[in-house]
């Protein structure tokens, strides 16, 4: 069967390259070998973050270290800033892990402000919250500056964020912000196969994480780092995963960091233009469009064309590429492409042209 390239927003598509590298012969994982890889990527992770933190490696997908930072961190009540499909489903995360937690909910298609956020750590009932950068299932981008900004006023709130959408696309300094955790699945804009996070955390978090007497094993904060300060991972890690992310680390030093986060926000920009010129409109608020991947609306704003969105997904995969067709409550009256990971303007205007050809024949 002929592949149908991924413009989906995640998995996305990933490189031969990757691909050869992910498939190296194994090693042991308390072996020198193995502590010599993560040792060769540990300052190039650090650099990716922006961070003098260790970076850890988590065989789970995302959740895994979304749900483990939870426990580790909670211990009064978390504030889960809701926005769309994935941070709202952070506060059902959050009860399910006995945690008290309220919502801070804004409609979908809005981005998250630090003012809101400030009206509710006001009261003082919260010592966390969880926050995404980048909501997939929206296409929102919040701004993460501004509430990082809250952090001064703050020092006891953790702030858990999720980056899976948005590391190595958009500059994320974690120091700088000061943040307590940031996280990524590898399967989004790193462009390697699911399976594996990357994440790191303030030392408050790792004071924060000690003091937590039910924070379990396998997403134990102390535990990655205590493992991490000797080159290795808690439990025996996709090693695989880890030989990709070598490789793809190689590539982003390559481009360049600010290289990369330029080409991504010029690819996304350049999505919305094909969007806009043909007759659709946006469904994130403006000013707050995702770097990473467009989410257009197809009737859930005023305005704008409509078309058959399964008839449009169906006319682009006959022509090679996969795109999503809308994700949970706006599915179908939206419709999202990514520009993750290894796309440049060359590969982003072959699916326009595919857009073009299924708009002709819709
Ligand atoms: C994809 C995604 C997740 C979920 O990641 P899994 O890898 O499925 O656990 C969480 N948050 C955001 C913003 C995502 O895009």
Known sequence: MAHVKLHIPGPVEVSEKT???FSQPMLGHRGQGFKDLYGRIQPQLQQLLYT????????SSAWGVMEGAVRNLVRK???????GAFSDKWLDVSRRC????EPLQVPWGSPIRAEAVDRALATGEYDALTYIHNETSTGVMSPLEELAALKPKYPDVMFIVDCVSSMTAVK?????????VILAGTQKAF???????VFTCSAAALARAAQAADRGYYFDLCE??????????PSTPSIGHVYALASKLEDIVAEGLDARFARHARLAGL????????????????GFESQTLTCISNGARPGGRVIDVPKFQKLVKDQGFLIDGGYGKIKGTTFRVSNMGDETEATMRALYAAFDDALRRI
Do not use: H, I, Y
């Not at 006995?98 to 937690?101: L, R």
């Open 77 to 83: 009540k978390v504030l889960n800033c809701m926005c």
């Open 271 to 286: 999505t919305r233009e094909w969007a806009l010129a043909n007759g659709f409109t946006l469904f994130p608020e403006p």
């Open 191 to 197: 462009a390697l196969p699911p399976g594996m996070t």
């Open 52 to 59: 003098r933190q260790q970076v850890f490696l988590s065989t």
């Open 224 to 233: 990655f780092q205590k493992n991490s300060e000797q080159n290795m991972t």
């Open 19 to 21: 691909f050869r590298a």
């Open 172 to 180: 994320v300094e974690f120091d700088r912000l000061g943040v307590d």
């Open 98 to 101: 006995g945690k008290a937690a």
